[in-house]
């Protein structure tokens, strides 16, 4: 019942920054949290961050904490991931994911996943 649209992906030079955005629709947003993922070539997946239903809470990879914000516009159904300060060791496919209950880093406990979208930072 929920479908996932990421956007914004691209190409970018270290050092610089990118935005995602992931459109829900099938299900009220607000009833979803909301989780970012992402998988580089020959690793495992790897959680980034997730934000709670009502946005006034987030949990970050250590990995991009300081670096990367989660947002969400609950009136557009829009989850955001603001990634700055990129460097090549963020090259991945990133995807948006939601779940009806809790968030965090756990990607067996999401319920719903987008196509993803790349991100490739050149040096």
């Known amino acids: 019942q929920v479908q996932l649209v990421e956007s914004g992906g691209g190409l970018v030079q270290a050092g610089g920054s990118l935005r995602l955005s992931c459109v829900a629709s099938g299900r009220t947003f607000s009833s979803l949290a909301m989780g970012w993922f992402r998988q580089a070539p020959g690793k495992e997946r790897e959680f980034v961050g997730s934000i709670a239903k009502s946005g006034d809470s987030t949990y970050y990879a250590d990995s991009v904490k300081g670096r990367f914000t989660i947002s969400r516009d609950n009136a557009k159904n829009t989850v955001y991931l603001q990634m700055n300060s990129l460097s090549p060791e963020d090259t991945a496919v990133y995807y948006c994911?939601?779940?009806?209950?809790?968030?965090?880093?756990?990607?067996?406990?999401?319920?719903?996943w987008g196509q993803g979208t790349q991100v490739t930072v050149s040096s």
């Open positions: 994911a939601a779940r009806y209950s809790g968030y965090g880093s756990q990607w067996q406990r999401y319920d719903h």
